[in-house]
């Protein structure tokens, strides 16, 4: 994180009101690159972008929906209506929760991991030209490290407002 310097942080003025309101438009605009993106990396396997998230966010391990709402900063509900229809399809199973009698686990089933081993050549392509197009892998971990601190920092500033 920078430290500003003396004058440099007025944070009170129009400059900062401005820059608030840049640094939204641009995160949201980015949310609609990457969320066509995706789809049209998933949609040839069935997959809509969101389902294509939470299927790879479980993966690698059984998780509730409630936990995989809290790691992608979205509501319970949406991951939950996205979940039933990744069940509907076979690509995802409810599991007990030896932690919690109510919230069961979400689960890959084997064909859901097989649809993910799918999409990862043209995930992994379009990795490969990203960071072609930023220069190399370092620029586009400093630029997911400074979305990180942004992501914190609203975090800090606004931290009732969930999603």
């Not at 995160?27 to 069935?46: C, D, E, P, Q, W």
Request: charged letters at 25%; aromatic letters at 4%; glycine letters at 10%.
């Amino acid at each position: 994180m920078r430290v500003a310097t003396s004058g440099e942080n007025d944070c009170g003025g129009v400059a900062a009101v401005d820059a608030l309101s840049r640094s939204a438009l641009a995160v949201l605009h980015l949310n609609g690159k990457f969320t066509a993106m995706f789809n049209s990396l998933t949609l040839v396997y069935g997959l809509s972008a969101a389902q294509w998230l939470i299927l790879d966010t479980i993966r690698a391990e059984p998780r509730s929906v409630s936990e995989v709402a809290r790691l992608l900063g979205v509501t319970r509900q949406s991951v939950q209506r996205t979940a039933d229809l990744l069940v509907g399809q076979e690509l995802a199973g409810y599991r007990d929760n030896p932690a919690h009698r109510r919230a069961k686990l979400l689960e890959a089933t084997d064909t859901g991991r097989a649809v993910l081993h799918g999409v990862e050549p043209g995930h992994a392509d379009l990795a490969r030209r990203l960071c072609g197009e930023l220069g190399g892998e370092d620029d586009l971990r400093r630029i997911t490290e400074v979305l990180g601190e942004l992501s914190r920092a609203l975090c800090a500033v606004a931290p009732h407002a969930r999603p």
